[in-house]
């Protein structure tokens, strides 16, 4: 088990200090140490850059689990029969097979808008958000459809004083009234699942489930917080505007200080390059009976990308991962 990180929690431990355990998204149990059995009932309200990766470290030590971190892979290209693991520090490793779990963390994806370049304010992701004091007195534009633009958009309005905060997305928000459920989660596993084993980029959970109203909403609502705008067609130097014409007056323009790009993540696959798994839509054909195996290589999995992205499909995804290792090893024992 090689790791990226330098320390048990993988991209929990990198995320903005104010989220805590009950405003993330569900963290559920690892089997044979739960998470309120690790770090107790009221746990609630610690902040889940520290609690999670202190988990997980429980876990490991539990387990016996020996993890070497960090550890930087360049590539994986094949090796005969074998797979070479080449890291950044030009050591390598041979493997028979490779479960892939390396996440979306490292590759923030902010999308392309004319004027981009021109943008004299500054421009961060969520995965750059630390605190909402930094934007104390700016005008502060949140980009983005899903749960965390929606909780930074509230938490930057009520913690940054003399902070004036405004909303847009490509796709108009959707919200829900009701829990979210298991059946619900499994829709969204399986429209996700769909995707992938049809070559498809995978989508996002949240156009399934609807973002949930809690009461942080409603009165974010109350309070006029949560005032949305379509998609801005393009970014000026002091700015968005909307249907604009570089160099013509236009009176649909927003003058802005900061745009917050909430858009979410790709897949963090640049390593697996040299294996060419990628197909003409940049999307990878995913087979097996929960769709952890790459079809063009069934010695490769992939954990953490498409339906075993979410919480929801982790500890499934990964008991089946563990089974297709036993299966392909099985084949020769002699190499075990």
Known sequence: MLDHSPGPGGAWQFRWPTLTLAGANNVHDLPGLGLSEALGMECDHWPARTAVPDYFAQYEEKFGLNVRRPVHIRSVSRAGDDFRVTASDGSELLARTVINATGTWDRPFIPYVPGNETFTGTQLHTHDYLDPGAFAGKRVLVVGAGISAVQLLIEIARNAEGVQTFWCSRTEPRFT????????????????????????????????????????????????????????????TTGVCWDCTPGQADNDHLDVDVILWCTGFRSSLDHLAPLKLRGPGGGIVMTGRLATVVEAEPRVQLLGYGPSASTIGANRAGREAARVVQTLLSRSPERT
């Not at 459920?181 to 596993?189: H, L, M």
């Not at 949930?212 to 949305?228: F, H, K, T």
């Open 177 to 236: 009234e009701r829990s979210f459920t298991a059946e619900q989660g499994r829709a969204a596993v399986a429209r996700v699942e769909e995707r992938v084993r049809a070559g498809l980029a995978p989508g996002s959970v949240v156009s399934v489930t609807g973002l949930p109203v809690n009461d942080s909403i409603r009165q974010a609502r109350a309070d006029g917080i949560l005032e949305w705008r379509p998609m801005f067609t393009r970014i000026t």
